[in-house]
């Protein structure tokens, strides 16, 4: 039953993904990855909003976002122990076939999808599993301009 249910709400997800009327960018050339990834110059994705605390430099409860620059660097910024944690990473866009572009960062790849919405942008990073019993993780991030 519980498998059921599971099955259920993802298909539920994947529906409003898909049925919501927004486009997806599906076929994208690389040069339109990396200007959507960087704006032409950087771009911050939000994966998980920022809460700070009142009153203290660099403290907070939670957040996480990349911040992709054009130089093929990535900036990784997370709350880790309510201190602001930053870490660099190179990163580069790759064709696995004319559908499925891959986002590697570091050592670890992702299938990357965009979606325009009408105030923001969305960007899914897909983690494949390898096997069966693991499972394949999505990151949707948020773009918002100021």
Do not use: H
């Not at 994947?14 to 009327?21: A, E, R, T």
Request: glycine share 4%; aromatic share 10%; net charge positive.
């Amino acid at each position: 039953m519980m498998k059921f249910k599971l099955l259920f709400i993802s298909f539920c997800i994947v529906c409003l993904w898909i049925g919501s009327g927004e486009s997806e960018t599906i076929d994208i050339s690389l040069d339109q990855v990396n200007k959507k990834l960087t704006n032409g110059s950087n771009k911050e994705w939000i994966l998980d909003r920022f809460k700070t605390i009142m009153g203290q430099k660099k403290k907070c409860n939670s957040g996480k976002s990349y911040t992709f620059y054009e130089n093929g660097k990535v900036v990784i910024t997370e709350c880790i122990n309510n201190t602001l944690s930053k870490k660099e990473f190179t990163w580069a866009v790759t064709e696995e076939n004319e559908l499925d572009k891959i986002l590697t960062i570091g050592k670890k790849t992702y299938y990357i999808l965009f979606r325009d919405l009408p105030t923001s942008e969305l960007m899914r990073l897909r983690k494949k599993s390898d096997s069966k019993k693991e499972i394949t993780v999505d990151m949707e991030f948020r773009y918002e301009e100021d």
